[in-house]
């Protein structure tokens, strides 16, 4: 990652930290990928890696604000439980089998009042884009 990128992501998590939705989505935007192949190689499972990262961000929405050093946030990211601890990526390792995976792409789209209607803090503004 260059360091034009990692600046980028720090500011995202100190507005993040503000409370700024934008930035959030902005982040997911920026991370959605790269914390699915990262569950994905750890699961061996599509959809295991996508209800992974989907819990993983509503740690992340949920800590981000505890957070003191905005520069730590990707290996935070990638360490990521949720608070029950139910549901972190290496628990998630499946066998791989000629049969496991899906050939449909499932996409999700995780946005500040997403994670907020599935228990997160509401930490983030209802700010729309635009405003």
Not at 18 to 33: H, I
């Amino acid at each position: 990652m260059s360091q034009q990128n990692r600046l980028n992501d720090e500011l995202l998590v100190l507005r993040c930290q503000e409370g700024d939705a934008e930035a959030f989505e902005l982040l997911v935007g920026r991370w959605q990928g790269r914390l699915w192949r990262h569950a994905w190689r750890l699961t061996g499972d599509e959809n295991a890696a996508w209800d992974a990262v989907q819990e993983t961000w509503v740690g992340i929405s949920r800590g981000i604000v505890r957070r003191a050093d905005a520069a730590a946030f990707p290996a935070w990211a990638y360490q990521n439980r949720s608070d029950s601890g139910s549901m972190s990526f290496t628990r998630l390792r499946k066998p791989l089998c000629s049969g496991c995976r899906s050939s449909a792409g499932r996409g999700l789209a995780v946005t500040a009042s997403a994670v907020g209607a599935a228990g997160g803090e509401g930490t983030f503004s209802s700010r729309k884009r635009g405003q």
